[in-house]
């Protein structure tokens, strides 16, 4: 018995339950991630019941007749409790869609949650997709690095790199402090040769990182004293991810962001499954930013692929129609 409910401040405790025992969710799917977005988008999220027990969520928002999982996250879709079933998962689908189409919602879009994130297989998302007719509509590549590696599966010239950083007498060093990154490296190093800023400003990661702990991080690299390059780390049960990495000038010289790199993805996060570089498109998917796609390769990093499904909520039916 699958049942749906609005969500609303008063079950954020069952809301957090569910993050904590799913098989994909992550922080950024935490209401204090999501409504740290205010008022900017329309919230439509919803709590998936099984004989009235919490086994799932949908963060998403609407804009007229469309809901969106989620315009405002990375990913969104849905978060699903891990000992669900195949034919639990799809009734839950079809429930959700049911429950849009019965407010007037006629269209589903969805980002997916990518599958290093998953404790265990996600194939079922693609699969429904499958059945409903989906159209997908945007892939994005991503790379991430399967941990544990080694240093034999860099290249030659990352491996000579990395060497060179390690002679040149550098500290590593996490920080809860991210106004030197922010302003000394990243803003200025984007702004110069690529005349754009990042998604967040200081005081937006310094809020999200305040009231996402233990789970948003600042590692640096010192020369002398002085910040040279740096990484915002975005840490998941299975993954961690690279929101920002940087280097300014002095660090371009010392190699000091290779340094950086192998020492996360051996000596501080070996444990985890994946280090997640992010996205190597451009156009919405349909072009490849080459030289981004080979300095990733030259870690060790492998693609996956990152799916954007749209769907009509009245075809919920066709999963009532899918199983015999």
């Not at 869609?97 to 996600?122: A, Q």
Request: hydrophobic share 40%; charged share 25%.
């Amino acid at each position: 018995m699958i049942t749906i409910q609005p969500y609303s401040p008063s079950l954020i405790a069952s809301w957090d339950r569910v993050l904590d025992q799913s098989i994909n969710g992550t922080f950024m799917h935490s209401r204090d991630y999501i409504d740290y977005h205010g008022d900017k988008f329309d919230d439509a999220s919803l709590l998936i019941y099984r004989d009235d027990k919490p086994v799932g969520l949908f963060p998403a928002h609407k804009i007229v007749d469309e809901i969106h999982s989620h315009q405002g996250l990375t990913y969104g879709g849905f978060i699903l409790y891990q000992d669900l079933s195949m034919t639990g998962i799809i009734a839950v689908i079809k429930e959700v869609m049911r429950h849009y189409l019965e407010k007037g919602m006629k269209t589903l879009i969805i980002k997916d949650v990518p599958s290093f994130y998953g404790s265990s297989s996600l194939e079922w998302m693609p699969y429904c997709m499958f059945l409903l007719g989906a159209d997908n509509f945007r892939t994005e590549l991503s790379f991430a690095i399967p941990l544990p590696i080694s240093p034999r599966m860099y290249t030659k010239g990352r491996k000579w790199r990395v060497n060179k950083a390690k002679r040149a007498d550098l500290t590593i060093s996490e920080t809860q402090n991210f106004q030197p990154f922010w302003e000394e490296v990243l803003v200025p190093n984007l702004w110069e040769r690529h005349r754009v800023k990042p998604v967040h400003t200081l005081e937006e990661i310094k809020f999200l990182a305040e009231n996402n702990k233990p789970f948003i991080r600042q590692f640096e690299v010192l020369d002398g004293g002085k910040i040279v390059a740096g990484a915002t780390i975005y840490e998941t049960k299975t993954a961690v991810h690279s929101q920002y990495l940087s280097s300014n000038s002095r660090g371009r010289k010392l190699s000091a962001l290779d340094l950086l790199i192998d020492y996360l993805v051996r000596e501080r996060f070996p444990h985890k499954a994946f280090f997640n570089f992010g996205i190597v498109n451009e156009s919405q998917g349909r072009t490849i930013n080459k030289g981004l796609m080979d300095w990733k390769e030259s870690f060790g990093a492998k693609p996956y692929v990152h799916q954007f499904y749209k769907v009509e909520t009245a075809r919920f039916r066709v999963l009532e129609e899918a199983l015999r």
